[in-house]
């Protein structure tokens, strides 16, 4: 066990790589084939990064109907480390419109480069690479900027009242585009609200940009905003349009309203009484101080690691050594594996090292029932085992009393956590952060179950990882992640942050323990700052920290 151990713990260097700079992604793409004769594409791109061999999605963009031209309002957000080559991968997909995920999409192609490109040449350009190998007639552009330093975010609250009717058997479908004027006169695209149908006086939904998205910092810099009516066919109705700038927003901070006349210019100089084509109204502007991970680490906030171990039947009897619980003399199996080295790295950010593990799937004593989340130590009252060599013995000594059953169901162990992190939600404080490390060797049974499970623990301060073990077909689980990055409980609930990773062991199995952590603890940090600052909870000082908290021996 020690190799695996030492090569786990070795892993931490690779999480110790300063990294250089954030950097932000814009991306628009020209001249994309109409699907047909009768309609127009509806594009969106799946931004891919090279992790160990594999491409690894990063996010994707909105979906843009009938558009093929489009400009993408998302902003993608990297790290960049000098000293590593990042190879991105930009998918182009034509998103069926009856259904935004990637399964009925047509892939149209894409575009290889590497960050560094893109950050020396500030405007990457390239053409789309077909199936098939041949050069198409899009290409798509990405802009990069680097964050400097001021990394705030503004939180933005715009409706309208009185706006022009643009159509005839209805009212107008209003959305509106924020640009912001560059340093070289061109516009750059800030953010594009959804489109509220039919509606002459809409309140759009509240949203977030970074301080430089919205203006590079500079408070007087112009921004252009105009507004729309929203056509099905892509050839949206001018409404009309007015100037601001971050400063005049400003005025919306102490909760009053700030207004502007949205002007069409044509009917200024046409129309003699023209007055205006509606009033644009800022209803609220906050800027929210943004943490980061160490922030909230130094503050005192622990990484509360759980374990849950799949002990269904389709994993094999343990005794024969085809079985993937088979405990072998010098070769750890892949649940050893994968939970050393998620472990290793957790561990680090825990004080007293102690680690609940839990089972599911298995029939136990002493009356032989099935349970999905019963203490791998059998102490029910304390599932905690001393470090993670206290979580490895506790799975080898359990395993011979065991009856390995089914089936497969993982939300009551998602449940059983979230409960301990909805105790922490009260004290409104970040002290504690529950990670869920779940190994399965199968497609789950209770996907409505989990999905509804995990879309309330969104709300929490938790993320599931899931590793998939061994070689079944894990394609089903990809729906955790969400068909249009999204995922939703069965009545329709979207999460309100994303907290799952899903990674299947296998794509792992020749690389180093070091290569699965960083997988699938890479999106951790951004999980634990996004939850803290949606809440408004500023980490503590680490003098704050030292004095509130007490710790065991």
Not at 60 to 67: A, D, H, L, P
Not at 258 to 282: A, E, R
């Amino acid at each position: 066990m020690t190799d695996i151990y030492e090569s786990a713990a070795n892993s931490l260097g690779l999480f110790s790589s300063p990294c250089l700079t954030k950097v932000e992604l814009r991306l628009t793409c020209k001249g994309i084939s109409d699907r047909d004769a009768l309609n127009k594409p509806d594009p969106c791109i799946v931004l891919k990064m090279q992790s160990h061999g594999q491409w690894m999605e990063v996010d994707r963009t909105e979906v843009i109907r009938s558009c093929v031209n489009p400009s993408y309002s998302k902003v993608f957000t990297l790290d960049f480390y000098f000293e590593e080559v990042q190879r991105l991968r930009f998918e182009l997909f034509d998103i069926n419109s009856g259904y935004n995920g990637l399964r009925e999409a047509d892939f149209l192609g894409s575009v290889e480069c590497t960050l560094a490109q893109i950050i020396s040449q500030r405007k990457l350009s390239k053409a789309l690479l077909r199936p098939g190998g041949t050069v198409g007639k899009a290409i798509i552009t990405i802009s990069a900027e680097e964050l400097t330093g001021n990394d705030d975010y503004i939180e933005l609250s715009f409706s309208a009242r009185k706006l022009d009717d643009k159509d005839f058997f209805s009212k107008s479908d209003p959305f509106l585009e924020i640009y912001r004027l560059n340093d070289d006169a061109t516009m750059q695209l800030v953010y594009r609200t959804e489109t509220v149908m039919n509606n002459l006086n809409p309140v759009w939904k509240t949203f977030k940009v970074s301080l430089n998205s919205l203006c590079s910092g500079d408070h007087e810099r112009k921004l252009q905003c105009t507004v729309w009516d929203w056509d099905s066919n892509g050839k949206h109705d001018y409404i009309g349009e007015f100037e601001a700038t971050f400063k005049e927003m400003r005025g919306a901070i102490d909760g009053r309203q700030v207004q502007w006349p949205c002007i069409n210019p044509k009917y200024k100089v046409k129309k003699k009484n023209y007055k205006n084509s509606g009033i644009v109204i800022l209803n609220q502007c906050k800027i929210i101080k943004m943490h980061s991970f160490l922030d909230y680490i130094m503050g005192g906030c622990q990484i509360q690691f759980t374990v849950a171990i799949d002990f269904t039947a389709s994993n094999g009897d343990p005794r024969n050594s085809c079985s993937l619980h088979y405990i072998h003399p010098y070769q750890p199996n892949e649940y050893l594996k994968a939970l050393v080295a998620v472990g290793e790295i957790c561990q680090d950010y825990d004080s007293d090292k102690m680690f609940p593990a839990f089972g599911f799937g298995a029939q136990i004593p002493p009356d032989y029932k099935v349970s999905h989340d019963f203490a791998v130590n059998f102490n029910e009252e304390n599932p905690e085992c001393a470090g993670i060599q206290g979580v490895v013995e506790a799975y080898q000594s359990c395993l011979p009393k065991l009856q390995l059953y089914g089936p497969t169901n993982i939300a009551p162990i998602i449940q059983k956590v979230a409960n301990s992190a909805s105790q922490e939600v009260n004290t409104k404080e970040a002290m504690q952060y529950f990670i869920l490390l779940i190994l399965t060797d199968g497609v789950i049974t209770d996907m409505a179950d989990t999905r509804e499970a995990i879309v309330q623990a969104s709300h929490l301060p938790m993320s599931v990882i899931i590793v998939g073990i061994g070689n079944a077909d894990f394609s089903d689980m990809q729906m955790l992640d969400g068909d249009d990055g999204i995922l939703r409980s069965p009545k329709g609930e979207p999460v309100l942050r994303d907290i799952v990773q899903f990674v299947p062991f296998r794509n792992f199995k020749h690389a180093s323990p070091a290569a699965l952590a960083k997988s699938v603890l890479a999106e951790v940090p951004n999980q634990v700052v996004d939850y803290y600052n949606s809440k408004g909870i500023k980490p503590k000082v680490p003098s704050q920290y030292q004095s509130s908290r007490s710790f065991g021996p």
